[in-house]
């Protein structure tokens, strides 16, 4: 079983920073091209914004960074709840992206079920492989989210999503008012470093039971292949 570390930092700015010299340091001692996966929410939106500031974007190498989506609300790109708007406008707009480099998932012209089957297309010519091993994760960091009802990504409980361990991207319909495409577990553990992202008082509960590893959550049954980190605010902790 995978161990989960727990790294506490005073608020979420601070925790902002941690993350961010994280990625950095990560990114530059990495030869070659170097993976993320990206979260939506307001935690991970702090963390954008900071990357994207000069202290940042000096410092980070763009050119061998991809940038994919852990899952996308199936609205168009331009639209309030859209993850990939979220990311744009806080990180990518500002900085020196290679637009090839950009890898959001489709929500325009298609299908949900069109959708995640051509961005898991997407993720199999990134990695090469059409299956995932061990020994070359997809991602170099994955980060992730904690919903109050214990989901990551848009893995939400109860579903059958959950379930699914062949596909690499997968539609969720009916768990939310708008459809989502998720990557499954396969693909979102497939990473050299999982990390949680969690600020507020208001995840103290969900945390808490995240760290006792219960089985009810489906962010508890995320194992990566390479380590699991759980960045956290006091405030979450308690």
């Known amino acids: 079983m995978t161990e989960r570390k727990l790294i506490v930092q005073p608020d979420p700015d601070a925790l902002a920073l941690y993350v961010a010299n994280w990625i950095v340091k990560e990114a530059t001692e990495t030869d070659g091209v170097f993976a993320i996966a990206l979260s939506g929410g307001s935690t991970p939106k702090t963390l954008y914004q900071l990357l994207a500031t000069p202290a940042f974007r000096t410092r980070l190498p763009w050119q061998s960074i991809h940038w994919f989506w852990g899952d996308e609300r199936f609205v168009p790109a331009n639209d309030p709840l859209s993850n990939y708007r979220m990311v744009w406008e806080a990180l990518l707009e500002g900085a020196p992206i290679p637009d090839e480099n950009i890898h959001p998932i489709p929500t325009e012209g298609l299908t949900p079920e069109a959708a995640a089957e051509l961005y898991e297309g997407t993720l199999k010519l990134f990695h090469g492989d059409r299956r995932l091993g061990g020994r070359n994760p997809?991602?170099?960091?994955?980060?992730?989210?904690?919903?109050?009802?214990?989901?990551?990504?848009?893995?939400?409980?109860?579903?059958?999503?959950?379930?699914?361990?062949?596909?690499?991207?997968?539609?969720?319909?009916?768990?939310?008012?708008?459809?989502?495409?998720?990557?499954?577990?396969?693909?979102?553990?497939?990473?050299?470093?999982?990390?949680?992202?969690?600020?507020?008082?208001?995840?103290?509960?969900?945390?808490?039971?995240?760290?006792?590893?219960?089985?009810?959550?489906?962010?508890?049954?995320?194992?990566?292949?390479?380590?699991l980190l759980v960045f956290a605010d006091q405030a979450a902790v308690g």
């Open 138 to 227: 997809l991602f170099d960091i994955n980060l992730l989210g904690l919903g109050d009802d214990g989901h990551t990504a848009s893995l939400f409980p109860g579903t059958e999503v959950l379930k699914e361990r062949t596909r690499w991207v997968a539609p969720v319909i009916g768990a939310k008012e708008e459809a989502r495409i998720t990557l499954t577990y396969p693909a979102l553990e497939s990473s050299r470093y999982a990390a949680f992202l969690v600020t507020g008082a208001g995840k103290k509960d969900i945390l808490k039971r995240l760290m006792a590893d219960d089985p009810a959550l489906p962010s508890a049954h995320v194992r990566p292949v390479g380590d």
